[in-house]
């Protein structure tokens, strides 16, 4: 999309509406595939889903930064290193903390069931 963006718009206005377009992909992607979690309300996701990118973008920089003071000059090389410790980052954060299943509803012990498997004596 920034190849064709580039040939009709300003480099940074390209940049910027292919950049918006890839982190939406990726929300719904990962909010509707990867941990199916469609059913889910939208906006807390969204919030959780921005705090996500910030940690992510501040733990690339971070580790580039470092490996930049410490190992090579290349910042291919280190933005290369940098990249697997992140996509951890954003997995476990995506998983646990985007896109995190509501605690499962619990009977108490010795309640009786009916036969949907709900609590018989709500009413």
């Known amino acids: 999309m920034l190849w064709v963006f580039n040939h009709f718009l300003p480099k940074l206005v390209a940049v910027s509406i ?3 377009m890839a982190v939406t992909l990726h929300f ?3 909010k509707w595939w990867t941990f199916q979690a469609g059913n ?3 906006g807390g996701q969204v919030a959780r889903y921005l705090l996500n990118v910030v940690a ?3 733990c690339t920089d971070v580790l580039v930064w470092l490996v930049l003071l410490t190992l090579t ?3 291919f090389i280190a933005k290369a290193i940098a990249i697997p410790p992140t996509t951890i980052l954003g997995f476990v954060l995506l998983r646990c903390f985007v896109f995190r299943k509501p605690p499962a ?3 108490p012990q010795g ?5 949907s498997g709900v609590d018989a004596s709500w009413k």
Do not use: D, H, K, M
């Open 18 to 20: 292919a950049y918006i």
């Open 28 to 30: 719904s992607l990962n």
């Open 40 to 42: 889910l309300p939208v």
């Open 56 to 58: 992510c973008l501040i």
């Open 73 to 75: 000059e290349n910042v």
């Open 105 to 107: 509803q619990t009977v």
């Open 111 to 115: 309640t009786p069931l009916g036969r």
